[in-house]
Nanobody, 121 residues
Framework: VELVESGGGSVQAGGSLRLSCRASGFVYNRYCFGWFRQVPGKGREGVATIAPSYKATIEDSVKGRFTASRDNRQNSVYLEMNNLEPEDTAMYYC????????????????WGQGTQVTVST
């Protein structure tokens, strides 16, 4: 089982990034995927989930700037981040949970290694 994130980087405030997460080793289309982020010294914060039905839920603090999607043919999920702010700087992780979407880390069975997003002023 493997989740591999990519697409992180350094951008200026107001810029955009598109994170990708490719899954392998499990029945991808049965899983909800979550995007979480973490800054040093703090716990992980959920920012988006996308269900097997393709329904996406975006956390209120990033709603209107972040969108989540998935492509079952590519076994991949995506997080499109626009109008980035310095407060969005974090390590971003994707995670997979069998059937159920949740903001709780404990729900998720598999995690990627993370990709760093840095937003400068």
């Amino acid at each position: 089982v493997e989740l591999v994130e990519s697409g992180g980087g350094s951008v200026q405030a107001g810029g955009s990034l598109r994170l990708s997460c490719r899954a392998s080793g499990f029945v991808y289309n049965r899983y909800c995927f979550g995007w979480f982020r973490q800054v040093p010294g703090k716990g992980r914060e959920g920012v988006a989930t996308i269900a097997p039905s393709y329904k996406a839920t975006i956390e209120d603090s990033v709603k209107g700037r972040f969108t989540a999607s998935r492509d079952n043919r590519q076994n991949s999920v995506y997080l499109e981040m626009n109008n980035l702010e310095p407060e969005d700087t974090a390590m971003y992780y994707c995670a997979a949970a069998l059937f159920e979407c949740s903001w709780s880390e404990a729900t998720y069975n598999f995690w990627g290694q993370g990709t760093q997003v840095t937003v400068s002023t």
